[in-house]
């Protein structure tokens, strides 16, 4: 395990935060309600996760920087999900403690209140609303109240359909927009939640296997959009593609057996002989 990650565990307050000169700054994340003037959006400290006295996740412990882009790699049933789930509140942890940016304790928030604070997560899958246009799809998404009589007396205005245009340019489908999203290609449906994810204007963004089932063209182009993405935003990319884990990574998490086996760049990890021996095997 990395010094950084051992020397640095999530603080209990705002009070007690590991000094920023420690963790690398990639970026610029905006800092409504999310405080990360030390220098890291998200801290996991010896989280544990048993399922019938099996481990899943064991002492984690882990910090993702400020607009940084990282990979996280290892074997199947290495604890990869069962992390992304603790992180967004959907699974308690057994023991430790998971903090979103200095104050916000996400084992103590639900699933949507992590996902309010500024936490979006993507599954492999995309879902998308595939009897509604590209453009709907993103309006659906946009934050707004959700209430009955709000809703039904709802209309865009110029900022936010200048928002939607942002978003249809960065996820490129601008000349899709007012397409159905069931007749999108399996790659611009990824691209699609990604941009529906990007309306709710997330600080974290955590996303599962992106490129599975995509064409060559559509995994570069992937690569970029994420690459574009982190530029004001944090984000966690779950892969087993390494050329594409190569393509983007600021630095890369290898986890076997709910533990972190190895940190670093790309190089690094691929050299290490723990990871040439339980994970990459040549």
């Given amino acids: ?10 603080p209990a307050s705002a009070d007690r ?8 700054n990639f970026g610029r994340v905006r800092g409504e309600g999310v405080d990360t003037t030390h220098g890291a959006i998200l801290y996991l400290d010896e989280i544990t996760v048993s399922f019938d006295g099996f ?14 882009l990282r990979c996280i790699i290892g074997p199947n049933g290495a604890g990869k999900t069962t992390m992304m789930d603790v992180i967004t509140g959907k699974t308690r942890p057994s023991s430790g403690t998971v903090f979103f ?27 998308v609303f595939e009897q509604h246009t590209v453009f709907e799809n993103l309006e659906l998404a946009m934050k707004m109240d959700k209430r009955v009589r709000p ?21 490129r489908l601008s000349g899709e927009a007012h397409r159905l999203a069931g007749l999108l290609s399996h790659g611009q449906k990824q691209w699609l939640e990604i941009g529906m994810l990007l309306m709710q204007d997330p600080e974290l963004l955590m996303l599962d ?9 559509e995994r570069e182009l ?9 530029q004001n935003r944090s984000v966690i990319v779950i892969e087993h593609d390494m050329d594409f884990v190569k393509q983007i990574a600021h630095k890369v998490t290898v986890m076997h057996q709910g533990k972190i086996l190895a940190e670093g760049s790309m ?16």
Avoid: W
């Fill in 55 to 68: 481990k899943a996740l064991n002492k984690l412990t882990m910090d993702i920087s400020v607009g940084e």
């Fill in 17 to 24: 935060a590991p000094p920023g000169d420690a963790i690398a």
């Fill in 222 to 230: 992937t690569g970029e959009l994420l690459m574009r993405i982190c």
């Fill in 1 to 10: 395990m990395s010094s950084l990650v051992q020397q640095h565990a999530p």
């Fill in 151 to 171: 809703t039904l007396f709802f209309r865009l205005n110029g900022a936010q359909r200048d928002r939607i245009a942002e978003v249809l340019a960065q996820i």
């Fill in 267 to 282: 190089e690094t990890v691929q050299n290490d002989p723990k990871v040439i021996d339980v994970y990459l095997g040549h």
């Fill in 101 to 127: 940016g200095q104050t916000y304790d996400v084992t103590r928030m639900t699933e949507y209140e992590t996902a309010h604070a500024g936490i979006g997560r993507k599954f492999q899958r995309p879902t």
């Fill in 209 to 217: 296997e992106p490129i599975a089932g995509m064409s060559a063209r």
